[in-house]
């Protein structure tokens, strides 16, 4: 698969106008589509704001935004399709009805992926006909700057349309690592998510303040992990203190198989985060938008650095 070519997005939200935004940029023509004219409607604004964000000068976000169209109609919007993304809601029912209606008018070689965060690919796609060309690709927020897209294959995904993937994704200045096995969680968020385990657990324990884990990974190991991966670290220190930490410290660590009271809790009192002003920290308006611009900020000079 080479050349420019028809990527449709099925969702018009937070991580599905990312990911036409990471085509369109590159060169290639993008439909979107939505299931609600709302996402559609303000879709070019909130491209184009992400791309002023990403710090893009106006003729490149111009060019850029010619190349995505906005499209109601699915069996329109995948026609012609080379490949397909879908970033629509986490539900798996409405995942499954979205893959099989597209199946019925996409092209047969299209190359069906789906965004989903931590539902089994197996899942999504058990009702295909065709599911040799179906496989997961797992972007990050915000998906237009952070590398990483992991590649899901299941039991039946074709080696080619994988490396199809890979190498297309590559091609848009992505880094794809492939996930040979669809387990929940993938690779990314099953590691994301032992951290916030345990980060939960610190302040539930009454070790230390929600600000005080925050602070400690900022200003520790946060620091070096985007040039130094937890086993590549492991390997620097030695596998034999590794075995040494692990021997002392593992008993201790939270390992209950489902989510903390704790956080069961913050959720019945309508404390939900930044949304509602009060999550495991208090946020005014003011430190919100703090938060975004340096995380912003942040990834944009990230990009100048690491490269
Ligand atoms: N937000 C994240 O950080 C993140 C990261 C990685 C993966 N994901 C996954 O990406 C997917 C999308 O998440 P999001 O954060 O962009 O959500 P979102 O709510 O911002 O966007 C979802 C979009 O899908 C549209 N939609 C609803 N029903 C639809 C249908 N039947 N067909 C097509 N579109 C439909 C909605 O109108 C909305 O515009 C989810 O599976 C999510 O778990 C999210």
């Known amino acids: 698969m080479t050349g420019k070519l028809n990527i449709t997005v099925l969702g018009a939200g937070l991580m599905g106008h990312g990911i036409a935004l990471t085509f369109a940029r ?7 589509y939505d299931a609600f004219p709302a996402g559609l409607e303000v879709l070019k ?10 710090g893009i000068d106006d003729r490149e976000s111009a060019e850029t935004l010619t190349r995505i169209t906005p ?20 539900k798996p029912d409405l995942k499954r009805a979205l893959f099989k209606e597209v199946e019925a008018s996409a092209p047969e070689t299209c190359i069906l992926a789906s965004n989903t965060s931590v539902i089994p690919i197996t899942t999504i796609m058990s009702d295909l006909r065709n599911k040799g060309r179906a496989l997961g690709t797992h972007w990050w927020n915000p998906p237009h ?23 297309l994704l590559a091609s848009v200045g992505k880094t794809p690592v492939r996930v040979e096995k669809d387990v929940a969680g993938f690779i990314g968020n099953r590691l994301q998510h032992a951290m916030w385990r ?26 070096r992990l985007s ?71 942040h990834l944009r000079r990230l990009e100048t650095i690491l490269k």
């Open 145 to 167: 700057m952070i590398p990483l897209v992991e590649v899901i294959r299941t039991q039946w995904t074709d080696e080619a349309d994988l490396d199809t993937m890979v190498n």
């Open 71 to 90: 499209e109601a109609d699915l069996a329109v919007a995948v026609k012609n399709a080379a490949v397909v993304f879908e970033a629509a809601p986490e």
């Open 198 to 223: 345990e980060a939960i657990y610190l302040v539930e324990s009454g070790v230390c303040t929600a600000e005080a884990v925050d602070q400690v990974v900022n200003a520790s190991f946060g620091r």
């Open 227 to 297: 040039v130094l991966g937890p086993l590549a670290n492991a390997d620097l220190v030695g596998t034999d203190l590794t075995l040494d930490i692990l021997e002392n410290v593992l008993a201790d660590l939270d390992n209950r198989p489902a989510p903390s009271p704790y956080l069961r809790r913050l959720v019945e009192e309508g404390k939900l985060g930044m949304k509602s002003g009060e999550g495991f920290r208090s946020w005014t308006p003011e430190d919100m938008e703090d938060v975004r611009q340096r995380v912003a900020t």
């Open 26 to 32: 590159a060169g290639h023509g993008v439909t979107v």
């Open 45 to 54: 604004d909130r491209v184009a704001a992400s791309l002023t964000a990403m």
